[in-house]
C-alpha cells in the first residue's frame, strides 16, 4: 500500500511517490514542469540533428501524443497548425509514422465532387464500447478524413469525382480510441 502526505501547498492528502499534487499542481519533488519540458526540447533537438533545419515560424505550433499501455506498442501522433503544417511529412517521416485515417479540425474542399453519397453505416456497443462501422467502397485511407464534434462524427472519404459523407451521433465526450480501415470498411472505436 502506498504511503500518505500532505501538500504543503493546499494540504490535501496525496500519495508520497506522487511529483506534483494533483489538486493544485504544487510541485513536490524532483525537476520543474518547466525544467522537464526544457530538456525534453534538447532531446528533441539533438534527435532531429543538425540535417534537419528546423525553421523559425512566427505563427502555429506542433502537438506531439504518444499512446501506450501494457502490451501494446506506442502510438505517436502529430498534429500541426498554422505555418508548422509544411514540415508535418517530415515529421511523420522521420518518427516513422505512417498516413493513415485523418481527424481534422478545418478542411478546405479541394475537387467539388459531381456525386455525393451517404455511406452504409452500422452502429453499435461491443463491451463498453460504441462501435461506428462505415463502408466506403475503392477509397484509400488518406482519402478519408474524420472529424469529432462534441455529440457526433463526421465522416468525409473522396474517390475521383464522388464523395461519401455521414455524419454519426456519439455519446457526449466519448473519445476516439481506435480507427482502422480495412477491406473498404472504416471502423471507429469510442468510449
Known amino acids: 500500500m502506498f504511503r500518505k502526505k500532505r501538500c504543503p501547498e493546499c494540504g490535501r ?8 499534487c494533483p489538486f493544485c499542481g504544487a510541485r513536490l519533488k524532483g525537476k520543474s514542469i518547466f525544467e522537464e519540458v526544457e ?3 534538447e532531446r528533441m533537438r539533438r534527435f532531429f540533428s543538425e540535417d534537419f533545419s528546423f525553421p523559425k515560424f512566427r505563427s ?4 506531439i501524443t504518444i499512446h ?8 505517436i501522433k502529430i498534429r500541426t497548425s498554422g505555418e508548422y503544417k509544411k514540415i508535418e511529412p517530415e515529421l511523420k517521416k522521420r518518427l516513422g509514422i505512417k498516413e493513415g485515417i485523418r ?9 467539388v465532387p459531381k456525386v455525393m453519397e451517404e455511406p452504409e453505416t452500422k452502429v453499435y456497443r461491443e463491451g463498453g464500447r460504441q462501435i461506428v462501422e462505415v463502408k466506403l467502397p475503392d477509397v484509400k485511407s488518406e482519402d478519408i478524413s474524420l472529424r469529432k464534434l462534441e455529440q457526433s462524427l463526421e465522416v468525409k472519404a473522396m474517390k ?3 464523395a461519401y459523407f455521414t455524419v454519426v ?3 457526449p465526450g466519448a473519445r476516439i480510441v481506435k480507427k482502422e480501415f480495412k477491406k473498404g470498411w472504416l471502423r471507429i472505436e469510442l468510449e
Open 13 to 20: 492528502v496525496i500519495d508520497e511517490k506522487w511529483r506534483f
Open 39 to 41: 530538456e525534453e526540447f
Open 60 to 63: 502555429g505550433g506542433i502537438e
Open 68 to 75: 501506450s499501455g501494457t502490451g501494446m506498442k506506442p502510438r
Open 103 to 111: 481527424e481534422v479540425e478545418e478542411e478546405k474542399v479541394k475537387v
Open 160 to 162: 475521383g469525382k464522388k
Open 169 to 171: 451521433p456519439i455519446k
